[in-house]
């Protein structure tokens, strides 16, 4: 089975802090995606990234930003943290090629910016 | 626009009865959708896909219809159960180079015992 993992499930910040989310899939995908979702909102998609050290803008990137050095890990910073940031974040990983197009999640991680 | 839709944002049946969850998508040129399953403090899990040369697909216990005229997609659900109970989501591709999917909103499904 494919697993994607996220190192936190829950984390409080303070506003200003540098914050690092991270993330590993082990099935080789060449696709990984960083949402945020909240009530009413759905899933927005904040970067990706189709290849190692390739990264593209989503739909709201500002404030984040990404960093991908090896192919199962995706990482999202948030250079400093505000109380708007406070969400549930959830990452995804995807096969670059292929007949599907199917997204792979992890569990998310629940930041909350005090 | 760029946008995936959902006609209700909560949709409550009787365990046993059939579900219908409906999406509405923008781009015509859309030529692969799935829907995803999440449940109270998961991820979204992938139930099932269809691509745009297809009417209908299906898998257990859940069809997908697509119809292209009026850019509409539905996710039924045959005999539901209490542990159908989640948020679904409707995604469509929006470019297959790299593997971006555009989310719908979501749909609450409650199913009373």
């Known amino acids: 089975d494919v697993k994607v993992t996220q190192s936190s499930r829950y984390l409080v910040k303070r506003t200003g802090e540098k914050v690092f989310l991270e993330c590993v899939q082990d099935m080789d995908h060449e696709n990984m995606f960083w949402y945020r979702q909240d009530p009413g909102l759905g899933l927005r998609l904040i970067y990706f990234?189709?290849?190692?050290?390739?990264?593209e803008k989503g739909d709201i990137p500002e404030g984040y930003s990404v960093s991908r050095e090896k192919k199962e890990r995706f990482s999202l910073i948030l250079e400093s943290a505000s109380t708007n940031q406070t969400s549930m974040y959830l990452c995804?990983?995807?096969f670059g090629r292929g007949t599907s197009y199917e997204q792979y999640f992890g569990p998310g991680t629940r930041l909350t910016v005090t | 626009g760029e946008s995936v839709g959902l006609h209700l944002p909560t949709l409550s049946v009787q365990e046993g009865d059939n579900s219908i969850i409906n999406c509405a998508y923008s781009?015509?040129?859309?030529?692969?959708f799935i829907w995803y399953k999440q449940e109270s403090g998961k991820g979204p899990q992938f139930i099932i896909d269809?691509?745009?040369?297809?009417d209908k697909r299906q898998g257990q216990r859940v069809t997908v219809l697509l119809n292209k005229t009026v850019k509409h997609l539905s996710l039924q659900i045959a005999a539901t159960q209490p542990g159908d109970s989640a948020v679904y989501f409707c995604?469509?591709?929006?470019?297959?180079?790299?593997?971006?999917?555009?989310f719908g909103q979501g749909t609450t499904l409650q199913v009373k015992p």
């Open positions: 995604a469509e591709i929006w470019s297959s180079n790299t593997g971006k999917l555009i």
């Open positions: 781009n015509s040129a859309s030529d692969y």
């Open positions: 990234s189709y290849d190692v050290k390739m990264k």
């Open positions: 269809i691509r745009s040369n297809m």
């Open positions: 995804a990983s995807s």
